[in-house]
C-alpha cells in the first residue's frame, strides 16, 4: 500500500489495524563515472516497495535527497545538511505519530544518512515525547540499510569480491540496472582506484577520490545480479520488518 | 533529462551550456475521500517531466513533501513546518549553486507550498549571497503552479465550473487518474461540501471541512480530461521556462 | 484603544468581551529618491489607527522593520529574515494568545511581508496548537493589506493610471504626505523607470532598478490623495476587521 | 534625522561623514495598574529623539517588542525569546553595516533587555566579523539605558526615595505622562505594594507581584517630573553618544 | 556530593530531601601571557566544590567553554555562540528539571558569561513552563560570579589596588595557583598595560588588548593570596547558596 | 599538554609545529546501581590524558555532557538534543580552526555520542568551508572510541564474557574505580538483568531496563582491570592519534 497512491479514509482504516509505516531514504549524489545521480533513493524506494508489497505495510513518499555534504563538490549532488535532516524527519514523524503511526521503518539507501537519522530519531523521541500524544512514549524508529543485508552483503562479495568497494559499489549500480534497465550508463573507468582514505570534506573528497568511486568497479554490474540483489534485500528486510513490528 | 537517471558527468557537460533546473515539489497531503494523498507531488512531477522532456533541461528529484500543516488532522498527511521548508530549500539550492546552476523553476503542485517557497526564495538568495560563489549575486528561482496556469484554469471552468473548488479539485484528481488510471478511487460523497472558510490551524481545518475536500466535486474527474489538462499546463510551462532560461 | 497607551487592567477588561487585536506591520526600505524609508510602517500605523478608532478594538505596537532583504543594497533598509521573521511573529502570538488573544488582523504595509507572514501563520497555529492553551486551536491570522483594498485600488488606478508602478508608488507616498506633510521630499526623477524585472537578490535589484522605484512616479502624489486613500483603506478595512472578528 | 521620515539618498549622503545610528529599544509590557504597556518603547524612543536632535544623528526605528517573559502572565504583554531578539539584532545591523553603519548606540528603556541585548552584541560581532564586509571587524555596539544614567538616577531619588522602586516606577511613569499628557491613568493603588523578590518566570513573577508594580509607588510621577528627567537623560546620553562615535 | 561521581539511586535519594544543584561554569580562553587558559573554569570548579561540601549540595559537571568570543584571536581560546549556550543551559535543566531539580546554581568564573546566562534563564523559564512538568512554573536560577563576592573583591583590592586589573587578573591567577601550583607559569610582562577600551569583536580585542591582558598585574599573585581568596568565595557563596534554597 | 593548563603563547608555540587536538568527551547519564554518572566523561578524559602525554599532544577540556537523551528518565542524568550538540562541535572546532588547529581528534566514552558527532562532523566540514580561513578545506575530525580499541574488547571478553553487556559495563565501571578508588559504589544487583532491546526514548528505555544496566554485571569490576583496560586503551589509541594525525 503505498501512501502517495491511498486515501486519507484508506489510511484511517489502516490505522486501525496497524501502526506501521516504511520510510524509504536514499540521497541524490554522484555516483561515480557511471552510477545514476539517483541510486541511493532508487535502491531504497524500489526494495521498500518490495518489502511493502510482501508484508502489506503502508510505504510513505521516498525522501530522495539525504546527507550526502561530502559529495558536493561533484556537480548534480544535492545534499541536506544534518541539522536540517534532524528537522525533516522530525517534521514527518510529527505528522504520522499525530494520526496514530508509532513504528517508523526507514529503508535506507545511503551510508551517508545512518548517523543523521540515528540522531534524529532521539531528537525526535524526545520531541515527541513533550507533545501530548497517546503514544508519544512508543515512538520506535528503525534504520535498515539494504546494503547491510547479510544476504546482500555475502552475494555482493561472491560476486565482486574487493571490487565491491564503498561507494558507486557494482551491487548498487546493479540493482539500479535491474530497476531502470534503459538508464544504464557506460564510459571508461580507470583501472586504477582510489580507496581507504577516510570522509571528510567535499573539497577533500574530491582530491583524494577524483572519479568519484570508493574503491569500487561498477563494471561488472549486470541487471540480473540487481535482481538477485533485490530479492534477496527484499525477503530479509521483509523479515526485519515484520520483527520490528511485533515487538514490544 | 532527469537527474535521478543521470551521472555526475553528464550534469558536468549540461552545465557548460546551461544554467537551469527544474524542481518539482508537491505535498503529500489528504485529498477528500477519493483524492490520492500524493496528488500535489503526482502533478508536480508529472508534469515537471513533460517541461524537461519539451526543453531538454534538467529535472531534480521531487519535493513529495511540502507545507500542508492545515490537513494533518487527517491521517496520512505529512508536512514540514515552513521553517523546515526553508532550510530544505537553501539545501538544495546551496548544493546546486556551487555546482553551477543559477535558474531555479518550481514546478509547483500545491497552494499551501507558494508563501513559504517565497519567504525560502528571499533567504537563500540572502545567504547564498554571503557565501563567495562565483555566481552568488545570480541565483534566480521561480514558483510555476500548474493550476494557476490560465490555460489550465480557463479549461477547468469550461469542465467543472464552480464544482471545481479549491482542494481535492476534479482537475487534480483528473491529472492523477491520467497518470495512475490503476489508482482511481471511488467512495461515496455527499452532495454538500464545505466551501469559503479561511485556512487557519489543523483542528480547525477538519472542523470546518469535515471530509477534507473545499467546495469540489472530484466525481466530475475522468482520466482523459487529465491527458487534457496535463497536455496544456506542459505546453504553457515550457514557454514559461524557456523565458524564465533566457531572461537576464 | 492602542495597547501602548493601556494599562494591564484596561486589557484585561477589554478580553472580557473582545479577542482581536490589530497588528499593523510595515517595513523599513528604500522607496526611491523621494518616498520615506518609514513609508509602508507610516502607512499600516496610520490606517491602523484609524481601524482602531472605529471599532474599538486594541492596536498593537508596529512591527517596523519586515522582510525586506531584496532592498538591502540601498542604503538606509532594515529586514528581517524570513526565518527571523516567522519567529517573532511566532513570539507575538504566544504572548497574546496566552493572554486570551484569538483574531490578529495584521494592517500590513509592505507586498514583501506577505510570503513571510502567510508562512509564519501556519507554523504559529502548529506551534500553538502544541501549548496546552484553551484556545489553542482557535488562533486565527489574517493579512490585510491595505493598498490591496478594492477601492484603493480603484482610486490609485483612477488618480495615476500606470504610473502607479508596484514599489515607491505615488499612493503610498501620497499617503505619507498626508501623515507626515512637514516631510515631504523632493528629487528629480529621471522620467525613464525601469519596471518589469522579477524581484531576486538585493544586488541584483539594485542593478534592475538602479535608484529603487519600481514603474512608479511618486511626483504624482499629493497630501490630498494621501487623504482620500487613507479614508477608503480605514473604511474598507474597518468592515474586514469586524466581519473577521464575528467569523466562526 | 529620523531613518524612517528619510530617504535612501539623504541616508547615503550621510554615510559619507557618519558611521553612526542611535537604535530605540523598549518592551510591551505590564506596567502596573496605572503605567502604560508601552512605557519603555515611549521612554527610549522619545529620548532617542531628543539625543538625535541634539547630535544631527540618524535614529532608526523603534523596537518596540524586547523581552519581556517574565511578565507575560499580565495580559498585554509581547514578549521576543531572547533567541529571537538575539536574531532581530543581528539582522538590524547586518542590513545597517552592510551599508556602512559601524557604530551602533541602543538607547533602551527597558532593564530586561540588556543581558540579550550584551548576548546579541557579541553573537553579532562573530557572525558579520564572518561575513566579507570592508568594516566588518569594526562593528561597534553600545547599550544605553536611559533610567542608569547618573543624572536621572540622581533626580528619581531626590524625588521619589525609595519609592521609585524597581518596575513600574515613578520616573518612567512621570516621563511617559510628558510625553503623553492625554494619556494619563489613574486606578486605586494598594499602600502595600511587594518588593525585593528576584525575577525567574512569568507564573512566579505575578504570583510575587500581583499588580505588576516593583516596590514602586507611580502616583507621584508627574509631567513635570518627566520633563526633569527626559531634559537629564538627553543631555548625558548626548554626552555618551558623541564619546562613542568619537572613539576608536 | 559530585554529580559525577555519584550513582543515580544517589541522586534519586537525594531528591528526596532537597531540590538544588550547583552548577560551576568557565571557560576556555586566554588569560594573558601567564594565566591559565582553563582558569575560569578551575576557579569556578574548585570553588563549587568547596561550597559543595559545606552544604552538602550537589555539584554538577563543570561547564568548561562559555562565552568568550572576544577572546577567539587568541589561539587556545574556545568559545560558544551566545545562541549555541542559550541552548547548552536549556538542555541540561530541562534534563534535571524532569528530574526534580527546581534550584539551579550557577558559580560561575567569567564575566563573558553573565549575559547570556541571564538571557538563558529567561529562555528557560519560557521552555520549561511549556512543558508538563510538575515542577514547572517553579525553576528559578542565579548566577553567582565568586569575583563580585564582597569579600573576593575587597581583599583583592587590598592586595593588588588598581592592578587587579579586569582580565587575567592577580586574583584569578592566585587561584589557579593555589588549585593547581605545579602549573604556575612565569613570562616577561610589559609594564604598560592596556586598559579602558570597551569589549567589542575578537578582532577589534587582540588590536587593543596585544597581549591578552586588561589592566592587570597578575605577577602580583601568590599561590598564599589564591588560598585566601578561595577560602573567602567558599564561605560567601556558601552562603548565597543556603539562602537562594531556602527562599521561596 | 593539557590546554587548560596551558597559556595562549604556549598555544601559538605547539601550533608552529603541530595541527592536532584531543578533546575527550563523555556524557553525564546513570550507569546502573552502582556506576558512576560521570562514568563516560571520567574514562575518556582519562585516556585522553594518557595518549596526551604519550604524544606530546595538546588535549582540549572535556565535554561532560553528550547525547544520552535514553537516559534522561534516570535522575542525575543530562543529556543535550543532537541539535545541540552538533552546534556545540561546530562551535569548538570554528574557534580551534581559526587558531590554526585541523586535526580533531575525539576520545569518546559514550557510545550514544557517535551518531550525533559523526553528523557534527559533516555539519562542521560544510560551515567551516564556507568560511574563508586558510584551512578550511583541511579540517579533519575521528571520533575515537576507547571502549571498542580491539585490544580493549578482547580483554573485556576474557574477563567479563557476555557480563560485560552494553551499558554499566564492568570493564568501563573497573576504569573507574581505577581513577578514582575512593568512589567504588557497591549496592545489590539482582541477577536477572535486562538486555537485548533496542534503544528509543527515555520512558521506554526505562520500562524496558528498570535499574539502568543493560545486560551487564558491574560486579565483576575490579580497579587492577581497569588499570589494564587502561593501559591498552591508552597504547592503541597513541598508536592511532599518531597515524591520524600524519595522514594526509
Not at 93 to 101: H, I, P, R, V, W
Not at 130 to 139: A, E, H, V
Not at 168 to 197: C, M, R
Request: hydrophobic share 35%; glycine share 10%; with cysteine.
Amino acid at each position: 500500500m503505498l501512501l502517495h497512491l491511498s486515501t486519507w479514509p484508506e489510511v484511517e482504516a489502516y490505522l486501525k489495524e496497524h501502526s506501521g509505516i516504511i520510510l524509504p531514504i536514499g540521497s541524490t549524489e554522484q555516483h561515480g563515472p557511471t552510477g545514476l545521480i539517483g541510486t541511493d533513493a532508487i535502491c531504497a524506494e524500489a526494495i521498500a516497495r518490495g518489502v511493502g508489497e510482501a508484508t502489506q505495510a503502508v510505504v510513505g513518499p521516498t525522501i530522495n535527497v539525504g546527507m550526502a555534504l561530502h559529495h558536493t563538490a561533484f556537480p548534480g549532488t544535492i545534499s541536506l545538511r544534518p541539522s536540517t535532516l534532524i528537522l525533516v524527519i522530525q517534521d514527518y514523524l510529527t505528522s504520522l505519530a499525530q494520526a496514530g503511526f508509532t513504528k517508523f521503518f526507514f529503508i535506507n539507501g545511503h551510508g551517508g544518512n545512518i548517523a543523521t537519522l540515528k540522531a534524529a530519531f532521539s531528537e525526535t523521541y524526545h520531541t515527541i515525547g513533550g507533545l501530548n500524544l497517546p503514544n508519544g512514549d512508543s515512538i520506535q524508529c528503525q534504520v535498515a540499510n539494504w546494503f547491510t543485508c547479510s544476504s546482500v552483503y555475502k552475494l555482493a562479495k561472491e560476486l565482486y569480491g574487493n571490487q565491491e568497494g564503498s561507494h558507486a559499489t557494482p551491487s548498487e549500480v546493479a540493482l539500479t540496472q535491474y530497476v531502470y534497465p534503459e538508464s544504464i550508463k557506460t564510459a571508461p573507468l580507470s583501472k586504477q582506484v582510489a580507496s581507504g582514505y577516510p570522509i571528510y570534506g567535499a573539497v577533500d573528497f574530491r582530491r583524494k577520490y577524483p572519479d568519484g568511486r570508493m574503491g569500487s568497479n561498477p563494471d561488472l554490474a549486470t541487471p540480473e545480479h540487481g535482481k538477485q540483489l533485490y530479492d534477496l534485500a527484499v525477503q530479509e528486510l521483509t523479515r526485519n520488518y515484520l520483527e520490528f513490528v511485533k515487538a514490544e
